[in-house]
């Protein structure tokens, strides 16, 4: 996929002209990326409650935007790596912005802007939170007090259940994201065969609100078969288990976002082969990642 090809045109030009002009001069078999913030990970690193950057946040009030309900940014404070890609998180039916905001600290530290919102209204359905979460994604990278810190190419979505939902319908709305990430997700429709964003799905085995036989797994199965994708059941997991600090939500969703997000190949052995071990009921793939 092209999104996935951006750190391997420069090697190519160069090649090219140096085969041109009959130079020889040696180049790395693979350029470097230049989306790879902070230091080689490991297990540990991803599954820390901090990451490498120190982060700051700054409240949205929602008198001061259009589109969903206001939030909170959360952010690196040092851009001396560059420039960071951006994830918006919308909340579940009836639920505000906190119950997603562990998740906010978590992955900036790691080296992201995130935007916790609130929805314009907590009975919003899935595709109402597909709308604003794209509203956040837009309100960050254009007129946010930390635009400057984003690249806007590199963007993605995540949410809670009915926000889990949305992050699918963002997806389908706009197909240049780079990654989405549905948390026990709840929507109405069930086929998303027209989806081009690369989904991680994390589905929890006991969910009754969202039972998985009939969302995250159908979710997962509809998704084309060409698409990098996963699905990742939790083991004796409700539908609350991504609302509160989780590690293993914490862990994959990092490292769905660095690959996908920044196309950090670095993070691709925590995903293929497929992870295993107590907290995992099932997990399902698409490996190798394209």
């Excluded at 297990?43 to 990451?51: K, L, N, P, R, V």
């Amino acid at each position: 996929m092209a999104h996935t090809h951006r750190r391997l045109v420069a090697a190519a030009v160069l090649a090219t002209a140096l085969t041109l002009t009959g130079q020889t001069v040696a180049t790395p078999a693979q350029a470097a990326n230049p989306y790879e913030r902070g230091p080689a990970p490991t297990t540990a690193s991803i599954e820390a409650a901090t990451g490498p950057f120190a982060t700051a946040r700054v409240t949205v009030a929602r008198s001061s935007v259009s589109g969903f309900g206001g939030g909170t940014i959360y952010y690196p404070t040092s851009t001396a790596e560059g420039t960071f890609g951006a994830v918006a998180i919308s909340p579940g039916f009836t639920a505000s912005q906190s119950a997603v905001a562990w998740l906010g600290p978590r992955l900036a530290s790691q080296g992201f802007v995130v935007i916790t919102i609130d929805t314009l209204s907590t009975i919003d359905q899935p595709a109402a939170r597909g709308t604003q979460l794209l509203a956040a994604l837009d309100y960050l990278t254009r007129t946010s007090t930390v635009r400057t810190r984003i690249d806007a190419t590199r963007l993605g979505v995540m949410g809670h259940s009915m926000g889990g939902g949305g992050s699918l319908s963002a997806s389908v709305a706009r197909p240049a994201l780079q990654a989405a990430i549905p948390l026990t997700p709840w929507h109405g429709t069930k086929s998303w065969s027209s989806d081009r964003v690369p989904t991680l799905i994390i589905g929890a085995e006991s969910d009754t609100v969202a039972p998985v036989a009939s969302h995250s797994e159908p979710f997962y199965t509809s998704l084309p078969s060409t698409l990098d994708k996963a699905y990742l059941e939790l083991n004796n997991a409700s539908h609350s288990a991504p609302t509160s600090t989780n590690v293993t939500v914490a862990k994959y969703s990092i490292s769905w976002l660095k690959r996908f997000v920044d196309n950090d190949t670095r993070y691709e052995q925590f995903l293929c082969p497929a992870p295993s071990g107590p907290a995992i009921q099932e997990y399902r793939d698409t490996c190798p990642h394209s």
